[in-house]
């Protein structure tokens, strides 16, 4: 995983609450049993006006001009603003593949879906919560302002608007530290095998029937 | 003191380490594999030159892509027309091979949704930690387990760890009090759940379903139940341990035997929540106020009884709501105020890790009997969540009562409840679903999805149109037939 540094980056306004991973990477995407180049795909449904297939040149494909991620003043958008319960549906990590592929580097809104929030870290992308008239008045802002940009500071957690105010957030020390050191989850586990295989035994001993013999 | 949730005993049972910042290292017991969600982590293990942890502690098979018609699954992988998903289902095998996991296959009589073919095998056990890559993990909290969704980085995580990382999360009891109606299912009841404590309801919480309504519930109504914890925003749903989930554990191929059956039934009967425990939230529901639900929008909370009708946005509480409202009934092709049994129908799937049981067929079936479907309705379709339930269905001459009114009778796996596979749902079209998720092209592209109980949905099979199933002639319809 790459480092989380900060960056200032412009934002795009996904103005619709509930934003399901189904919206964000359809199903037929999933096939892959890659982890990359989902990006072409994210929003798919609402990006382009015919029918998404896997393995399909995206760039012959009719755009939806009233999609937010089409208009140019949101082209190089990294960070993305959105509303409560985003992410909410399935367990696909795809979701995050595909934003982190499209190039954002971090999500605001209100609240999040629990897994989404999970594989979103484990990829590397922020997840920044805000109050609800926070999330509310950065909406109006990002439309009164051509190429308004966003000051992501993860370190300090804090956003800085264009105007200098500064939007303080939460976040988990652990998450924040895999994010700014680029860790591997799995390696940070197995720092404690020796716990987990004491805990094994033990838990072997007392519930015997939890360890199936295989035939 | 005061004493333990259900979820409290559970987390305790696995906690292997717990560090300062709140997270914990817990021990997992099962994990379940499929197609979709597992290749990138096979992947990620093999370029770290990873092992599995614990072979014995994993089980696999494919449901997703899996086609559910006869003549494709006598072909066994090569049935799968599709290239894309052809590569999924053969590199679940290659997987399972190189790695030395138990798979079920595509032709395995045991093959099925991961959700149904677990608990079936008992291979989902009371007091288990089992995760999966799907988000409807949360159905094997119905035996008193603690079963998480997970993504595929954690899928990779638990392979090569047997651990998952994780933080306590917040107890919320969800009771639902009194005695059901006649033709009131467990699908109901959890819609009706969703219904009042919305979407992001339970975010941050584990649920534990609970109340004499849920009790009376068998194994397979409270599946249902837990099976829809992800649609009211909880990752995890339990419902306590008791002689219900005792009898159905028992003689399952996974199940302990002889004196290890007695140790643990001792054990087991301690997964329940005390009775000083506390909840951070606790939410009633009377049994009695439960109606048959029918979803009208493109979110599972969209959801209403069928005696009402399609809200009004203007009506709707705030802004937000108003929009999404709006949005959903554009989505869906209805008017504000329409009355829910005037809804028609063109679809009807009765499947999935929600409604694919015995007994959910069984509710079906009662209804069909003797019927015939309607002339408007396209196609009807019946997908067993498992080999063994299909069998077990022939065996009943469910099948029988199924192609005689007309609907089509298929083999197991995920089908159209998110259309991976050929069975999808063209734009515009209405579909009675039993699955769990009525989201903007879910069941295909443009598809208008509405979500209801086995028996509501073999009902407007034949009705051409929601009905409430209370409504029939000779209405024992709905009651669960002993085995
Ligand atoms: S039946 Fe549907 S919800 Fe259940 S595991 Fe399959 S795709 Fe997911």
């Not at chain 1, 409560?84 to 696909?92: A, H, Q, Y």
């Not at chain 1, 957030?169 to 799995?186: S, T, Y």
């Not at chain 2, 643990?264 to 425990?277: F, H």
């Amino acid at each position: 995983m790459k480092k989380f540094e900060r960056f200032e980056g412009v934002v795009a306004p996904l103005d619709r609450a509930n934003v399901d991973t189904d919206l964000i990477i359809p199903k037929q995407f999933l096939k892959s049993i890659k982890r990359t180049g989902f990006g072409v795909n994210l929003f798919d449904e609402l990006r382009y006006l015919d029918e998404g297939q896997p393995d399909q040149d995206c760039s012959q494909r009719p755009l939806n001009p009233d999609f937010v991620l089409n208009q140019p003043r949101y082209e190089n958008a990294e960070v993305l603003l959105a509303r409560r319960n985003f992410g909410c549906g399935s367990s696909r990590e795809h979701a995050p593949w595909a934003l982190e592929d499209f190039g954002f580097k971090a999500i605001i809104a209100p609240s999040f879906a629990d897994i989404f929030y999970n594989n979103a870290f484990k990829n590397g992308l922020l997840l920044i919560t805000l109050e609800e008239d926070e999330v509310e008045r950065l909406f109006q802002e990002v439309e009164e302002r051509e190429g308004y940009a966003l000051d992501v500071d993860l370190e300090n957690q804090r956003i800085v608007t264009p105007r200098g105010e500064i939007l303080e957030f939460q976040v988990d020390d652990f998450r924040k530290q895999c994010l700014l050191e680029g860790l591997d989850d799995i390696g940070i586990t197995l720092k404690d095998e020796d716990a987990i295989r004491a805990f094994e035994e033990k838990h072997r001993q007392r519930r015997p029937w939890l360890f199936r013999q295989t035939a | 003191m005061s004493g333990q949730t259900l979820y409290d005993k559970l987390w305790e049972q696995h906690l292997v380490t717990q560090r300062d910042d709140g997270t914990a290292l817990i021990y997992i017991d099962r994990q379940l594999l499929h197609e979709v969600t597992s290749p990138q982590a096979f992947e990620g293990l093999r370029l770290a030159k990873r092992k599995p942890w614990r072979l014995d502690a994993n089980l696999a098979t494919p449901d997703h892509n899996v086609p559910t018609t006869v003549k494709e699954r006598a072909e066994g992988n090569s049935g799968i027309k599709d290239p894309v998903s052809l590569i999924q289902v053969q590199t679940l095998d290659d997987n399972c091979v190189e790695y030395g996991i138990e798979e079920f296959k595509i032709n395995d009589p045991r093959q099925g949704i991961v959700h149904v073919v677990g608990p079936e095998q008992g291979a989902t056990l009371p007091g288990m930690t089992v995760v999966c890559g799907d988000s409807h993990t949360a159905t094997h909290g119905a035996f008193g387990a603690l079963a998480h969704g997970i993504g595929t980085s954690e899928v990779e995580h638990v392979m090569a760890t047997q651990c998952l990382l994780a933080q306590k999360m917040k107890n919320m009891q969800v009771r639902v009090e009194g005695e059901l109606g006649l033709g009131v299912t467990a699908k109901d009841v959890v819609l009706a759940i969703i219904g009042k404590i919305g979407t992001a309801g339970g975010t941050g919480y584990a649920i534990e379903f609970a109340g004499s309504a849920i009790e009376s519930l068998s194994m397979e109504g409270r599946m249902t139940v837990c099976n829809m914890a992800i649609e009211a925003g909880a990752r995890v749903g339990m419902i306590a341990v008791d002689d219900t989930t005792i009898d159905y554990i028992g003689n399952r191929p996974f199940a302990p035997t002889a004196e290890q059956w007695e140790a643990a039934v001792a054990d087991w009967r301690n997964l329940v929540s005390d009775p000083d425990a506390t909840f951070d939230k606790v939410v009633t529901l009377k049994a009695e106020d439960i109606e048959p639900q029918v979803s009208w929008g493109t979110s599972p909370e969209m959801v209403t009884g069928i005696s009402g009708q399609v809200p009004d946005p203007k009506a709707a509480p705030d802004d937000t709501v108003q929009r999404s409202h709006t949005r959903a009934l554009e989505y869906m092709g209805l008017q504000p105020n329409q009355k829910i049994t005037d809804i028609k129908l063109d679809k009807i799937f009765i499947g999935s890790c929600t409604n694919s049981r015995i007994e959910d067929l069984r509710e079906a079936a009662k209804v069909a009997k003797g019927k015939k479907v309607a002339d408007s309705i396209m196609l009807a379709m019946v997908v067993p969540g498992s080999g063994l339930v299909k069998r077990q269905a022939e065996e009943e001459g469910l099948d029988k009562i199924f192609i005689e009114a007309g609907f089509e009778w298929r083999e197991p796996g995920c089908s159209m409840c998110l259309a991976m596979n050929a069975d999808k749902l063209g734009a515009g079209e209405h579909c009675a679903s039993t699955s769990n998720r009525n989201f903007e092209g879910r069941q295909g592209y443009g598809g208008r999805t509405h979500l209801v109980s086995p028996a509501m949905a073999a009902a407007a099979a034949i009705a051409g149109h929601f009905v409430d199933v209370r409504s029939l002639p000779a209405n024992d319809a709905t009651h669960a037939q002993e085995a």
